[in-house]
């Protein structure tokens, strides 16, 4: 069996000028990154803005388990088969992260016969955007400390600085950390961190931007610190704004590549869901959207972490709102079986594990939007545990179809494609998000905590109520909330499978975004830094020949 960089490095791709062709840009709105890579200029959008918009198809899944779900191969394969169907289909996806690339996850682009070329380049530097941004976040770091170190005019309150230092990659050392150490001249002595870059507020700035003047301004709303006397410093107040945005030029343009079979592909922007709000960018859907008559996107990972903030805070930004939902699921690990099992037919532990489906499906009706229910395919699944889950399914009122587009590309995704369409033509949704902006910020933190994740209740540290309390001070309570979660249990309790009840959601700090416009509100152990596990796949990557290995 070949491997995803076996297949992606024999396949035969088109110059991405041929494949920007069939959605009507021509190459003078194509900033070009080498044949088969390309940003997209800003003058596309003037000429495309006021075309009516396209269908808008969200792919989510299950809570993630270690046999994997597969969002982005459904949402490539969907679109691939879309796209043998003769229908005019486009997908929007999130770059990777280095740090779970060399980590545990490995790479983004899909696998199988339904994967984005040139898979090397995505999964590594691709077209620099995440250097941009992490740069950008450490030049305000600089700035401010620079600031200090010359005569701090602002009165910045070296205890109460919020702006942290940034990289794309997962170092757990970085979390905590002492800088200025040394002779005067190094800066002042201080406690600092640093956030992987996908957690970075300019990384949500970038994805929440409409364009430049959009991005400076919320660029300027960053609250770096607070003076002495309690009030914010901003980077405008920095004057960190013009040379920011510079760093940011080109990386606010959308970037266009490939599948497998040449169905175009917007991929922008990075944001984790479970520290951040988990969606590609504003512009490369709006974009898409324009370009095409269905759009094929994906949130990450589970649909009570990347579903709930694409409704409740990308929406919202955007003013757009998802057609239909196509829920992943894999169900067997969620009801108890050891990875080494999931090969064999276990309809006990499928039905003990598709109660965590069940919720999803049910979170998802909750914002009005019709749901067609996915597993993808693997060769150890039987026919007894398929027939159960379809007929589960549609028992809830949603479609079912096996995907198999792991091995077959989009000829694989067909009967997915039949049922998404079906779903788009007779079941028109009544999208609103669960809560309005007027709730307090506990009240929509109880709100999802409840009606998402199906907690009891919250709990805060004295600490989380005391920042609450001076955010909704500042002006900011009408901001919507991005929930810090683990993603490996609807509960902020990773061990929890399924669907656990009887517990309470622990919110131990909480802190405002003002550029990117939400609030982040930090639950039980979940960290901003990750670390690398015992065995990094970087330990498998290498070049051999001139040609990357081990990525996957």
Not at 315 to 328: E, F, N, Q, S
Not at 534 to 550: H, L, S, Y
Request: glycine share 10%; charged share 25%; aromatic share 6%.
């Amino acid at each position: 069996m070949k491997t995803d960089i076996e297949i992606a490095q024999e396949a035969v791709m088109q110059p991405i000028k041929e494949v920007a062709v069939s959605y009507g840009i021509g190459e003078d709105d194509l900033e070009l990154y080498g044949k088969y890579k390309a940003k997209l200029t800003d003058d596309l959008w003037e000429k495309v803005k006021d075309r009516p918009d396209g269908k808008l198809v969200l792919v989510t899944a299950i809570n993630p388990t270690p046999a994997g779900e597969g969002k982005t191969t459904i949402t490539v394969g969907l679109g691939e088969a879309l796209g043998k169907m003769g229908k005019n289909a486009i997908i929007a996806l999130r770059e990777p992260s280095l740090g779970p690339c060399f980590g545990i996850k490995g790479g983004a682009a899909g696998g199988g016969y339904a994967q984005v070329l040139p898979m090397e380049d995505l999964n590594l530097h691709f077209t620099g955007d995440f250097h941009a941004i992490t740069s950008a976040n450490n030049l305000l770091a600089a700035l401010l400390d620079n600031h200090i170190q010359q005569g701090n005019a602002l009165g910045i309150d070296p205890r109460q600085i919020l702006w942290k230092r940034c990289l794309d990659m997962n170092d757990r050392v970085l979390r905590n950390v002492v800088v200025g150490l040394g002779a005067k001249a190094d800066g002042m002595v201080r406690e600092d961190h640093f956030v992987i870059t996908v957690a970075s507020e300019i990384m949500a700035i970038l994805c929440l931007a409409n364009d430049m003047d959009d991005l400076k301004e919320r660029l300027g709303k960053i609250i770096v610190a607070y003076n002495f006397a309690g009030e914010p410093v901003t980077a405008a107040d920095l004057h960190a704004v013009g040379s920011m945005a510079a760093l940011l030029k080109d990386a606010l343009k959308p970037n266009m590549i490939q599948t497998l079979e040449h169905t175009g592909a917007l991929v922008h922007g990075g944001p984790f869901a479970n520290i951040a709000h988990g969606c590609n960018s504003v512009r490369a859907t709006k974009t898409a959207l324009k370009l095409c008559d269905i759009v094929v996107t994906e949130a990450g990972f589970g649909a009570d972490l990347g579903a709930e903030k694409f409704m409740d805070i990308k929406c919202r930004k955007a003013g757009i709102h998802p057609d239909a939902v196509v829920l992943v699921a894999t169900v067997k690990y969620n009801g108890g079986v050891p990875k080494d099992q999931l090969s064999e037919e276990n309809l006990d532990a499928l039905k003990r594990g598709i109660v965590n489906l069940e919720k999803h499906i049910e979170n998802i009706q909750k914002f009005g939007v019709p749901v067609v229910v996915t597993l993808n395919s693997f060769i150890t699944d039987t026919e007894a545990e398929y027939a159960y889950i379809k007929k589960f399914c549609e028992e809830r009122g949603c479609e079912f179809a096996l995907a198999e587009v792991w091995a077959k590309g989009g000829e694989g995704g067909i009967a997915l494609a039949e049922k998404v369409l079906n779903t788009l033509e007779n079941k028109k949704g009544n999208f609103k998000p669960i809560y309005t902006d007027e709730m307090p910020l506990k009240e929509k933190i109880k709100t999802i905590s409840s009606e998402i994740y199906g907690a009891d209740g919250v709990s805060y540290a004295p600490a989380a109520s005391r920042a609450l309390k001076r955010i909704e001070e500042m002006g900011f309570g009408d901001l919507p909330v991005c929930m810090a979660k683990t993603q490996y249990s609807l509960s902020d309790d990773q061990t929890k499978l399924g669907r656990p009840s009887g517990f309470t959601i622990n919110v131990r700090d909480a802190y405002v975004c003002a550029g990117a416009g939400f609030v982040v509100v930090l639950t039980g152990s979940i960290m901003t830094m990750p670390g690398l596990p015992k065995k990094p796949a970087a330990e498998g990557i290498d070049v051999v020949n001139g040609k990357i290995t081990g990525l996957f």
